[in-house]
């Protein structure tokens, strides 16, 4: 292990928040001189024991997901828990920059002693989640986290990456008509494990018992009936059904336990995540070979001026690709 990596695995095992930041920041690098680094720090904190509840909210942007987040860490941090949150900020597709403003906006919950709050943004990674959230979540176990919540960017076709990462999973709902629930990929339903209509007062409260009803509905056509996920009413806002909402995330992640459930989905996701990372990976050094890139940048321009299918154009990558591979 090299000397940053071994330095940072002390600290972190410490509690030392400051070395935890730095320890994401290490893997989140894309500098070849990192990637080292990064693996042996990683690999140390597999040794570390860790029986920590992993919680996904997910819902559309402007639902309510970090205002949820801050009422329920009210009632993780009442029970001498360890939280830590890990935000994740949409990446803009032109620059390639992002806000990063769940720190600002949990203000109160990152200046907590026993919580840890970190934004980081999506960069390529598609999902909802950022490239690199999975080893976020094992260092912040490493550095004592019994609870990481992780926040991801909307609800989206591709937003059930999180489904791989977690142990239960918060679909946060708005009050909203029928159509809403066609708003809502299938995807994201199916993942589900609670289902929480968030800003469930004032005016809003029929509009609320109306989103649970539809929702509720969709649920018995999509979910077998053993395994439909119960579907609450309340108020980040003003705290109300937040206690109800946690003592049922206790009482899934209690069950998983002790039915064993889950070690065998740790261990399915580990799998799922090391599958997807090899295909992506190998795809990226594929696209650094001359005979590869250059072609397909050949064909990008035939395809434009439509004297190529993009049919032609695959089959032609792929006998390219045949003869890279034979040769090396």
């Known amino acids: 292990m090299g000397q940053i990596a071994l330095e940072l695995f002390k600290k972190i095992k410490s509690g030392d928040?400051?070395?935890?930041?730095?320890?994401?920041?290490?893997?989140?690098s894309q500098q070849a001189s990192h990637i080292d680094e990064a693996n042996a720090l990683l690999d140390a904190c597999m040794t570390v024991q860790s029986s920590a509840m992993r919680i996904a909210v997910t819902g559309a942007p402007g639902v309510g997901k970090s205002s949820l987040i801050e009422s329920l860490s009210a009632h993780i941090l009442a029970e001498d828990h360890k939280l830590a949150v890990l935000a994740?900020?949409?990446?803009s597709r032109i620059s390639g920059g992002s806000i990063l403003g769940d720190k600002t906006r949990m203000q109160a919950l990152s200046n907590h002693p026993n919580a840890f709050v970190r934004p980081s943004p999506t960069g390529k990674q598609t999902g909802g989640v950022a490239e690199r959230t999975r080893e976020a979540v094992l260092l912040c176990e490493s550095a004592g986290f019994d609870t990481v919540i992780v926040e991801t960017v909307g609800v989206g076709q591709s937003e059930t990456e999180v489904r791989t990462m977690v142990d239960l999973v918060?679909?946060?709902?708005s009050p909203g008509g029928g159509d809403e629930v066609q708003g809502i990929k299938r995807g994201i339903l199916e993942g589900a494990d609670l289902?929480?209509?968030?800003?469930?007062?004032?005016?809003l409260m029929k509009q609320a018992q109306e989103t649970r009803s539809h929702y509720i509905q969709a649920l018995r056509l999509l979910r077998t009936e053993n395994n439909i996920p119960p579907v609450m009413l309340g108020s980040a806002l003003e705290?109300?059904?937040?206690?109800?909402?946690?003592?049922?995330?206790?009482q899934a992640f209690t069950q998983l336990c002790e039915t064993e459930m889950l070690g065998k989905l740790r261990s399915t996701q580990n799998i799922s995540w090391f599958e997807h990372r090899i295909r992506q990976e190998f795809v990226e050094a594929l696209m650094e070979h001359p005979d590869i890139s250059g072609n397909f940048e050949k064909f990008k321009v035939q395809i434009a001026s439509q004297n190529m299918s993009v049919r032609s154009a695959l089959s032609a990558m792929h006998e390219i690709l045949e003869h890279v591979i034979s040769n090396k």
């Open 170 to 173: 918060i679909l946060l709902l």
């Open 195 to 203: 289902v929480f209509v968030n800003k469930a007062d004032g005016d």
């Open 239 to 250: 705290g109300s059904g937040v206690s109800k909402l946690w003592k049922m995330i206790n």
């Open 88 to 91: 994740i900020d949409p990446s």
């Open 17 to 28: 928040r400051v070395a935890l930041s730095r320890a994401i920041t290490l893997i989140e």
